[in-house]
Nanobody, 118 residues
Framework: QLQESGPGLLKPSQTLFLRCTIS??????????WSWLRQPPGKGLEWIGY???????YVISPLESRTSISRDTAKNQFTLQLSSVTPEDTADYFC????????????WGQGIRVIVSS
């Protein structure tokens, strides 16, 4: 079970910071991967990237320069940091996770709406 948390409203140029808390499982489970995705209004789902149980990480090229995915093993959480946000970053953001063969993940959070507006 996954749960996203973070701010719902940001101004342009601010940094978005989201957390995903994992329940009933461990972020360090072997061969598990933990992903962030987003869905802008009226558009399809976009996979942002992942962090693996071993700490390996990947972010898609268009977002790589301003995105960081990290984890806190003590809190069983992983995080998304997206800098210099613009209104184009307005979206429902989801975290997901599960075994590698299920990437982006078999388990999903319910999502959190993030609006970027001045």
């Amino acid at each position: 079970q996954l749960q996203e948390s973070g701010p719902g409203l940001l101004k342009p140029s601010q940094t978005l910071f989201l957390r995903c808390t994992i329940s009933n499982g461990s972020i360090t489970t072997d061969l598990y991967y933990w992903s962030w995705l987003r869905q802008p209004p009226g558009k399809g789902l976009e996979w942002i990237g992942y962090i693996g149980a071993g700490g390996d990480r990947y972010v898609i090229s268009p977002l790589e320069s301003r995105t960081s995915i990290s984890r806190d093993t003590a809190k069983n959480q992983f995080t998304l940091q997206l800098s210099s946000v613009t209104p184009e970053d307005t979206a429902d953001y989801f975290c997901a996770g599960g075994p590698i063969e299920t990437i982006p993940g078999a388990s999903w959070g319910q999502g959190i709406r993030v609006i970027v507006s001045s």
